[in-house]
């Protein structure tokens, strides 16, 4: 007998491995408890903002008047391409404006949230050869694959539930709010699978994340320009996976035929992720790279040439999603004269000076612009530690540069693409007015007016420096003034917040030029501590082991 259950039980194990979803459960129970702050904090970010913007809403649009005058809006092209179709414009509610300024958002959200969980454990644990170690467990081969998509519908269930409560507890009508809940989660689930395609197709994580991001600034495009053609959807829009559920015509004229189309979409691009998956060895992708040049150019053949050409893509992604954005919605500053005419109480979205509505919503638009390089200077310093991480620091090292030598230029490249970053934000932003307006000038005056920024930026990046250096341990607080900074331009005034905690956001202490007078002190200081702040954090990494935390 007993001999009998020593063969038995290698047999079974053997048979449990063999299973394509073996151990499905067991993952996804470990990516759930991996990922329990990452899910709450998305999950309560969406809805608190979901929640602060509804409150907002009821005080700015409190009467027909202000409805109808918001409706008037969607005349203007750009407004159709920065929210969606526009629907029940005759008899404009409540309801109506909400999901056509909050819908977009949500989906984009949603989104953006899948991508980065499919490829965090999928291609990145590819990557870093944690999945060959588990795969030498009893897991089946789809197993991982399967628990990162389950562990993206918990994520994308619970956005939708706090999206649902959020919407029909400020006393929306149930039903378009759970069509709305419901349309974030399909939205999120369809670029979920299309990560998981993504993941098949590159060997690297950033590759596939960019691959992902790539078709969802194209379905933004796709769904913006179909949206501009005919403004309630045309053909074109039907391309785009964010115009489905926008097209269920939420608190209008509710259907739930689009959401149908997202759910198919997702199984059949989950579908054709397993299909590739079965047609390439653990850690390939299927496009295979490229060989290098024998020999490398000169310009690469140093840290600051390293760091650019690491770098440049993720730029060159940040500057295109700016500057469009910027110039879309500084293409509205002529319309919104008007509106603000008829609601003064707009005043409680963007503080404008209703004397002169153009320049003061011009200046407000580029303070929230000014995010981007907050984010793109921080994690350009990140990026670092990452690679820190991945042992290519030491072999940067044991080529000669030293320690200083190689900080000092990899944030050189970072301090100039931010600088270009931050240009391009006021130079969009000065398109779109002068597009609006006619008058060319603005152009100029807003790139000038969003240099202003870089010691607010410069600030927020030291002290990713300083953490790096000093305290790699706790790095990732370096997103705490980045994530302050937004909360208190996006939801300070819902809020209430109290000056002492406004003022801990850097960008705070920069005057909203040109329409505020330029007060040079605030940033000259802020100037200063952001060099001390570089400084420590260049000793520090200085003193300490390299690839220690």
């Known amino acids: 007998m007993s001999t009998a259950a020593a063969v038995s039980r290698p047999a079974a194990v053997e048979r449990r491995s063999s299973a394509p979803w073996a151990a499905t459960g067991g993952l996804l129970r470990l990516n759930l408890r991996l990922d329990r702050i990452r899910i709450l904090v998305w999950t309560l970010a969406v809805g608190l903002a979901v929640a602060g913007s509804m409150a907002s809403f009821e005080v700015t649009y409190n009467t027909p008047e202000a409805l109808q005058a918001r409706a008037g809006l969607m005349a203007n092209p750009a407004a159709v391409m920065m929210t969606g ?79 649902i409560a959020a919407l029909a507890g400020s006393g929306l009508e149930m039903a378009s709010s759970v ?48 949206d501009v053609i005919n403004n309630q959807g045309s053909w074109l829009s039907w391309f785009s996976p964010l115009a489905w559920a926008q097209q269920a015509r939420f608190y209008v004229d509710l259907r739930w035929e689009p959401l149908a189309l997202a759910a198919v979409a997702t199984v059949l691009l989950l579908a054709l992720a397993v299909y590739l998956a079965q047609r390439r060895d653990l850690g390939a992708g299927l496009r295979q790279p490229h060989p290098g040049p024998a020999a490398a150019p000169r310009t690469l053949l140093s840290p600051a040439g390293l760091a650019s050409r690491l770098l440049r893509g993720s730029f060159a992604a940040w500057a295109a999603g700016v500057f469009l954005f910027a110039a879309a919605s500084g293409a509205l500053a002529n319309s919104l004269e008007d509106a603000f005419a008829d609601v003064p109480e707009l005043g409680n979205l963007i503080a404008v000076d209703l004397a002169d509505v153009t320049t003061s919503f011009a200046s407000a638009l580029l303070s929230f612009l000014m995010v981007a390089p907050l984010i793109f200077s921080v994690s350009g310093v990140l990026r670092l530690r990452g690679e820190e991480d991945a042992g290519r620091v030491e072999q940067l090292l044991v080529t000669g540069s030293s320690r200083p030598g190689l900080l000092i230029r990899w944030l050189g490249v970072v301090a100039v693409q931010t600088i270009l970053l931050t240009a391009v934000g006021g130079f969009g932003t000065g398109m779109g007015v002068w597009a609006g307006t006619g008058d060319a000038g603005w152009a100029g005056k807003l790139t000038l007016a969003a240099l202003a920024y870089l010691p607010a930026v410069a600030l927020a990046a030291a002290i990713a420096v300083a953490l790096y250096g000093l305290a790699p341990k706790i790095l990732p607080l370096a997103w705490a003034p980045v994530v302050w900074a937004a909360v208190v331009l996006y939801l300070g005034s819902l809020l209430g917040l109290p000056d002492w905690a406004t003022d801990l956001s850097p960008l705070a202490h920069v005057p909203l030029v040109p329409s505020a007078e330029l007060v040079a002190e605030p940033l000259v200081l802020m100037g200063l501590f952001a060099a001390v702040l570089a400084v420590a954090g260049l000793v520090g990494f200085r003193r300490r082991d390299v690839g220690a935390s």
């Open 85 to 163: 179709p526009a629907f029940g414009l005759e008899n404009y509610t409540f309801g109506a404006m909400v999901a056509n300024e909050l819908s977009l958002y949500l989906f984009l959200a949603a989104a953006i949230m899948s991508i980065l969980l499919v490829v965090r454990h999928t291609r990145a644990e590819e990557e870093s050869g944690r999945m060959e170690m588990l795969r030498a467990l009893p897991v089946g081969r789809f197993a991982p694959a399967a628990a990162a998509v389950l562990t993206v519908a918990v994520a994308n269930a619970a956005v939708g539930a706090a999206t």
């Open 179 to 226: 069509a709305l809940g419901v349309g974030t989660a399909l939205t999120g689930l369809v670029f979920a699978g299309v990560a998981a395609v993504s993941a098949q197709l590159t060997e690297h994580a950033r590759s596939a994340t960019g691959t992902a991001m790539a078709v969802l600034a194209a379905a933004f495009l796709i769904r913006g320009i179909g």
